[in-house]
């Protein structure tokens, strides 16, 4: 395969920087990842049971989520880049 295309390397590459909030409370986890140009991305996760949160699972479910969020902008950007260099 020789054509451009993204990896989950480029996906992270796109990530600045991560944060996280648990609401007090509850079992609901918020992952924001801010991105390279400053755009934020968010994630969630929740336990159905307050008796099997665990916050590291939590983090790590949200984080994912917010990470997937990033493939449709990157390949956004990358066809938008491969469009106008045929013009």
């Known amino acids: 395969m020789n054509a451009p295309r993204l990896t989950p390397a480029d996906i992270d590459a796109a990530i600045l920087t991560e944060q996280f909030h648990v609401f007090p409370g509850t079992t609901m986890t918020v992952c924001c990842l801010t991105l390279q140009n ?7 996760s929740a336990a159905a049971s307050p008796e099997n949160f665990n916050e590291m699972i939590g983090r790590k ?4 989520n917010a990470r997937n969020k990033i493939w449709p902008l990157q390949v ?11 013009n």
């Open 38 to 44: 400053g755009f934020n991305v968010i994630g969630e």
């Open 76 to 86: 956004y950007l990358l066809r938008e880049a491969l469009h106008r260099s045929k």
């Open 61 to 64: 479910i949200a984080h994912e």
